[in-house]
């Protein structure tokens, strides 16, 4: 039985990675999927045949899929785009805050133009897209599903991405805060925490064996995680089999969450 059958999700960054995995994983529930892209509108269009084989692998489908340019940290932009979404659907169930970015420096060197980009994307969008979906959540009965799409990094320190980091401590505590002020008004919000994953974003240190082996000496569980992985995650936390969890980050990390420095008991001289 598809989990999401008749849903309608707005997935942000949908055109490649995690945010891609969503969107094919939630049209394999039977969601009808608006994909947001920021640029590179043929690989949006990638996920938008993606989406579609998704559909057809069940049988003829009326399900529907749409395409739609924005960057999220524009006001403007983001309002437009629920427009279009609504024009498009009638309404809309689900919110993934998926589209992040990041830039590598030490500290004392972050150009300011660099942090506030990263913030801007990172925090100001998910924040744009949370007001503009909880908005329309409010007015029609049923509330509706906003999951965001953070980090380990909400809880683990990562030197040389201050910004991110950063960002990813604010959206754990946007996600807390939302759920808390909606919970009765049948509005869940909740994050997943998503590890070392193989997505172009992790490029530089996927295709090399050596970089890719020294991060996975780190997990737990030996490796990286696929994206599929996480957006199973994602398919369980926007169904009605987690409709009693708001507020939480799911960390889907291998155990990196778990001090995998710990594994042996150095601190205890065994």
Known sequence: MQKLDGKNVLV???SSGIGQAIAVRF?????????????????????????????????PSERRELVVQADVSIEEQVKAVFARVLEEFGRLDILINNAG??????????AMADFDRVLNVDVRGPFLCAR???????????????????????????????????????LENMTRTLALEY???????????????????????????????????????????????????????ASDDAGY???????????????????RAWSSGE
């Not at 970015?101 to 972050?110: P, T, Y």
């Not at 998503?194 to 295709?207: L, S």
């Not at 969890?245 to 594994?263: D, K, M, N, S, V």
């Open 101 to 110: 970015i990041q830039r590598v420096s030490a500290s004392h060197n972050i």
């Open 245 to 263: 969890i708001t507020g939480q980050t799911i960390y889907a990390c291998g155990g990196l969450t778990l001090y995998p420095e710990f594994r």
């Open 183 to 237: 919970a009765d008004r049948g509005i869940r919000v909740n994050a997943v925490g998503p590890g070392a994953v193989a997505t172009p974003i992790n490029r530089a240190w996927i295709d090399d064996p050596h970089a890719r082996a020294e991060v996975e000496s780190h997990i737990p569980m030996g490796r990286v995680a696929c994206p599929e992985e996480i957006a199973s995650v994602f398919a369980f936390l």
């Open 132 to 170: 503009e979906a909880i908005r329309h959540f409010l007015s029609r009965p049923g509330g509706g599903v906003i999951l965001n799409n953070s980090s380990v990094h909400e809880m683990i320190p990562k030197p040389k991405y201050l910004p991110y980091s950063a960002s990813k401590g604010a």
């Open 27 to 59: 049209a394999q529930e039977g969601a009808n999927v608006a994909i947001n892209f920021g640029s590179g509108a043929e690989q949006a269009e990638v996920t938008r045949a993606m989406v579609r084989d998704a559909y057809m692998a069940n049988g």
């Open 12 to 14: 942000t960054g949908a």
